[in-house]
């Protein structure tokens, strides 16, 4: 892209000015709402990831010592909601897509800049209910609420946690609506779809998701409550009701909720490889249409997740046939990533690391995926850890190290500061290691049998569960470290200059931190994205 | 912070925004709708007599007055979005009072259908008595029923509000200022009055003849 850059332009920038606790509360400056959402997000985060520590650590030894059953349905519940719908559906769309959308496409602003700060209100909401949930006494269903075990079943608080899944829904929503409307309407002249970087592209197909899929699961969520409140049998087949279909409800959301959570860390990575392999992404065009793809055929998969459920054995098969060919848009996604790092003049700078660990995670996570999409396969892998360790391949492999990749890569630009690169790398390589060492022994343990869901088990998988427990404690300490110095690096950090990796792309045209209106004036795009040149190799 | 200085380039920017913005917003309307349509096909086709007797004992005379009271409020709401672009502020303004009126008398034939029902014990959830053989099918249908109807009610709260919000507004602001918001509100209208063209004959009209 050549917008020429206006190094005289340094006007105030949106950090500066309006320092009080109020004026942050009611800005509507896209990238102030970003930092808003990053702070609740990395809370929420901990909290979840506290459920996580002692969830690992009660499963060190086979007999429960340190919580009862009871305690532990709520920790792997509590670990769930929180994860899913308070860092994972919003991590990288409502911090970095909020930040950068509208600069990367050349506008001051979203769409409708007070529904973008509502959304951040509802989120709050949202999240103080599921904080009541668990000061209240927690609730015990696991994450995906199955009736009628939530409906008629379950003593703990289901309606307060269900209420707090069904306000941050409906902030999702704004969202992905407000992204829409501003990669439709808010493009800088020249910026055409094609011109558009695939952050912006694997944001919208997210957006389009959370648009359609969310209100599916805010209804379902009524219906348990409705379930629960008069007694009558939607779910609960002892009443007359099905419970298949609660699980068809569920997962039409659900499923797709994955890719919700996926295709941003796609978009991240697709911005960092080209940069520090200093060559244009390899396909352009069949990475935007992957994508496209992949948020298409991700609504019409959701049956994989009800092999066992006693849904018809021709939708299985229909469902699992689906399922493989998800792989496809995926494959060529890893491909070209690959193809777009050969002959590559590659530097492992941090960002890097992260953007190099994600791939082949979820390369992991997506080949493991095939064998639980074969219906056969699943009957035997199904509710073991072999899922447990496939979906955290997935969002936590594939999308929290994308987003780390996404915050080292982008934080020069978000506070202006540059962060110690080699605290960095240790943190980028910890928690690679602390990652596998927790999760590739799950996969392990799934093929042996381990169930989910137990907070006791047989003592021969013992071995494989101290490895995970050792990775998991790894993986704190991993991801604890960034917390620190990117926060250091805000207070002390070096100035960053305005494009520190000399990247493309609007966003470094515009100074370090940008100002408010994001640009001196509204940049014309006249070329491709990623026009990197590979500089001359010395032999 | 400074107030959102237009971000738009220019009035016909913003007007496209706000027009997507609206039909995005409905199609997560009609998402959310979704599983209530689901669950009712779901329980009708395991549960065809039970629905059939439940839905004869609906109130298909209100619920086919309802149904003309709000396909009028829509050609009202149209009207009044047109005088709008014609710039005719007392058309649009009274228009609108027309539009807000049959939304109201909707709501309060619905509310008496739904007192009716109270009496002759059709509310599931409060002494529901019904058939022996169909009670547990006709609770769900009654379920689903108030379910539907009731979020349909709370949409065209929403939307009377609007409309009488419009009106008002009109009182200080030209009827040009007022068109973009006048027609998206009337987007709304319109989606809440096709929604109930959807519950009507699944409700009322299930083997009636």
Same mark, same amino acid.
């Given at each position: 892209?050549?917008?020429? %850059? ?59 010592? !340190? ?44 769409? =409708? ?15 103080? =209910? ?71 592209? *694997? ?11 969310? %209100? ?36 039409? @959301? ?11 860390? $796609? ?16 396909? @352009?065009?069949?990475?935007? @249409? ?12 959701? #049956?994989?997740?009800? =092999? ?16 493989? +060919? ?15 790092? &050969? ?9 890097? +690391? ?46 929290? $190290?994308?987003?780390?990749? #996404? !915050? ?10 540059? &962060?110690?690169?080699?605290? *960095?790398?240790? *943190? ?15 996969? !392990? ?15 021969? &998988? ?31 950090? *070096? ?17 370090? %931190?940008?100002?408010?209106? /994001? ?18 190799? /010395?032999? | ?64 007055? /309802? ?9 009202? $709401? ?23 009126? !049959? ?41 689903? @029923? ?48 096709? $929604? ?7 409700? &009322? ?5």
């Amino acid at each position: 892209m050549s917008a020429e %850059p206006s190094r005289a332009f340094h006007p105030e920038s949106y950090l500066h000015g309006g320092d009080t606790f109020v004026s942050w509360l009611t800005t509507r400056d896209h990238k102030r709402i970003a930092l808003l959402y990053m702070i609740s997000i990395t809370g929420f985060f901990f909290l979840g990831g506290a459920a996580a520590t002692i969830i690992r650590l009660e499963l060190l030894t086979p007999n429960a010592d !340190l919580v009862d059953a009871d305690t532990y349905n709520e920790l792997f519940t509590a670990h769930g909601i929180i994860m899913v719908w308070f860092f994972l559906i919003p991590s990288i769309p409502a911090t970095l897509g909020n930040f950068l959308i509208p600069l990367m496409i050349g506008a001051r602003e979203v769409a =409708f800049p007070r529904l973008n700060l509502a959304s951040w209100y509802l989120y709050t909401l949202g999240g103080l =209910f599921v904080l009541g949930t668990l000061i209240a006494g927690g609730v015990d269903t696991g994450w995906t609420f199955y009736a009628p075990l939530s409906t008629l079943f379950s003593h703990s608080h289901v309606e307060l946690a269900v209420a707090g899944v069904f306000i941050v829904g409906f902030s999702s929503i704004l969202t992905g609506l407000n992204f829409i409307v501003t990669v439709h309407r808010l493009r800088a002249p020249g910026m055409t779809w094609f011109r558009l970087p695939l952050f912006v592209w *694997a944001n919208y197909a997210t957006s389009i998701i959370l648009v359609l899929a969310t %209100p599916v699961l805010a209804m379902t969520l009524l219906l348990i409550v409705f379930e629960r409140v008069t007694g009558i049998g939607v779910f609960d087949p002892a009443l007359g009701g099905d419970p298949l279909l609660f699980q068809h409800l569920f997962w039409f @959301y659900s499923h797709p909720a994955v890719y919700i959570m996926v295709l941003p860390a $796609m978009g991240v990575a697709s911005e960092i490889i080209p940069c520090f392999a200093r060559k244009p992404i390899f396909g @352009y065009r069949t990475m935007a @249409y992957a994508i496209l793809g992949i948020g298409m055929i991700g609504f019409l998969v959701w #049956g994989h997740h009800m =092999f066992v459920s006693g849904q018809s054995m021709y939708a299985s098969v229909v469902f699992s046939l689906l399922s493989f +060919l998800v792989a496809i848009p995926s494959a060529i996604k890893v491909f070209n990533w690959t193809a777009t790092l &050969y002959k590559g003049s590659i530097l492992f700078a941090s960002p890097m +690391l992260y953007a190099l660990g994600f791939v082949g995670l979820f390369t992991i996570g997506g080949l493991t995926g095939l064998f639980l999409a074969a219906t056969a396969l699943d009957v035997h892998l199904t509710d073991t850890y072999f899922v447990i360790a496939h979906f955290h391949y997935i969002m936590v492999g594939g999308t929290v $190290m994308a987003y780390l990749g #996404g !915050l080292h890569f982008w934080w020069p630009k978000i506070v202006g500061r540059v &962060y110690p690169e080699t605290w *960095a790398r240790i *943190a980028a390589i910890t928690i690679f290691v602390g990652f596998n060492l927790t999760f590739f022994p799950q996969y !392990l343990l799934g093929v042996l049998g381990m169930p989910r869901r137990y907070h006791v088990y047989a003592p021969e &998988y013992q071995l494989l569960n101290e490895f995970s427990s050792t990775g998991a404690g790894i993986l704190a300490v991993g991801y604890l470290l960034p917390l620190i110095y990117l926060i250091w690096a805000m207070l002390r950090g *070096a100035q960053a200059p305005d494009n520190p990796w000399q990247a493309t792309g609007l966003e470094w045209q515009t100074p370090s %931190p940008p100002p408010q209106e /994001n640009f001196e004036e509204t940049p014309r795009v006249s070329g491709e994205p990623y026009a990197y040149e590979t500089p001359e190799r /010395n032999a | 912070m400074s107030a959102p200085a237009a971000h738009f380039e220019t009035p016909q920017n913003r007007r496209e925004a706000a027009e997507l913005g609206i039909w995005v917003f409905l199609a997560t309307e009609l998402m959310f709708f979704g599983p209530l349509f689901l669950a009712y096909a779901a329980a009708r086709l395991s549960y065809p007599e039970g629905f059939a007797e439940a839905s004869r004992h609906t109130d298909v005379v209100i619920g086919t007055a /309802n149904t003309a009271v709000l396909l009028t409020s829509s050609l009202f $709401m149209a009207l009044a979005s047109r005088s709008a672009q014609l710039g005719r502020r007392r058309a649009a303004s009274l228009l609108l009072f027309i539009t807000a009126l !049959l939304g109201t008398a909707f709501l309060v034939l619905k509310a008496m259908e739904y007192f009716d029902e109270w009496q002759q014990h059709l509310v599931p959830w409060l002494d529901f008595r019904f058939e022996p053989g169909l009670a547990h099918p006709a609770s769900l249908f009654y379920l689903l @029923y108030f379910a539907m109807t009731g979020l349909h009610a709370i949409h065209l709260t929403i939307g009377i509000v609007l409309v009488l919000v419009f009106a008002w507004r009109l009182r200080s602001h030209s009827p040009a200022s007022m068109r973009l918001q006048i027609e998206n509100g009337g987007l709304y209208w319109h989606f809440v009055d096709a $929604m109930w063209v959807f519950l009507y004959p699944l409700l &009322y009209l299930v083997e009636r003849a």
